[in-house]
T-cell receptor, first 115, second 111 residues
Framework: DAGVIQSPRHEVTEMGQEVTLRCKPI?????LFWYRQTMMRGLELLIY????????DSGMPEDRFSAKMPNASFSTLKIQPSEPRDSAVYFC?????????????FGPGTRLLVL | DQQVKQNSPSLSVQEGRISILNCDYT??????FLWYKKYPAEGPTFLIS?????DKNEDGRFTVFLNKSAKHLSLHIVPSQPGDSAVYFC??????????FGQGTTLQVKP
């Protein structure tokens, strides 16, 4: 299996621009998670889906952030408009309900820099 | 408020010695605790876990200890190897599948 695929790997944009991050989970996995990593706060859960349905979006920082999962093999995280404080590494992860408890498989991440 | 805390941002040990990474949590509802390892430019990878009803789990050189009364867990790596140099994240799981991660501890193992 190819693992969790994220694109782009790097994104540099200017403040105010729209940013879209993409994720393809491992085939057959029924959970998908979006995280943000910063030096100050470590790994923060933004939102997660079960069978394409958003379950918990309490970690989404504000209305500028939105996430969708139109089908089992694709999810997007959108920031509109972007701000410099959004600069971070964004990870997507997937897991199986029936798998080992808590084991999530992470993608390589998207490093976002907002100027 | 941080429900999972790793108070040591970094740790340096000599090759062959023991590495001990610590983690504290505040919520008694967590049912599993996990450790993830992260190399630069890669996503975190699962290392080892422990159920909240256990106090120890061992996998090769890695052992996780859980002290529920103190709300504390630790990861022991014996013997430490240079390839173990990475960022280690402690995580705690709610029964619904949600993981809460700590800030991470950077381990450096010197040859």
């Amino acid at each position: 299996d190819a693992g969790v695929i994220q694109s782009p790997r790097h994104e540099v944009t200017e403040m105010g621009q729209e940013v879209t991050l993409r994720c393809k989970p491992i085939s057959g996995h029924d959970y998908l998670f979006w995280y943000r990593q910063t030096m100050m706060r470590g790994l923060e859960l933004l939102i997660y889906f079960n069978n394409n349905v958003p379950i918990d979006d309490s970690g989404m920082p504000e209305d500028r952030f939105s996430a969708k999962m139109p089908n089992a093999s694709f999810s997007t995280l959108k920031i509109q408009p972007s701000e410099p404080r959004d600069s971070a590494v964004y990870f997507c992860a997937s897991s199986l309900l029936a798998g080992a408890p808590g084991t999530q498989y992470f993608g390589p991440g998207t490093r976002l820099l907002v100027l | 408020d941080q429900q999972v805390k790793q108070n040591s941002p970094s740790l340096s040990v000599q090759e062959g010695r023991i590495s001990i990474l610590n983690c504290d949590y505040t919520n008694s509802m967590f049912d599993y605790f996990l450790w993830y390892k992260k190399y630069p430019a890669e996503g975190p990878t699962f290392l080892i876990s422990i159920s909240s009803i256990k106090d120890k789990n061992e996998d090769g050189r890695f052992t996780v200890f859980l002290n529920k009364s103190a709300k504390h867990l630790s990861l022991h790596i014996v013997p430490s190897q240079p390839g173990d140099s990475a960022v280690y994240f402690c995580a705690a799981r709610f029964s619904g599948g949600k993981l809460i991660f700590g800030q991470g501890t950077t381990l450096q193992v010197k040859p």
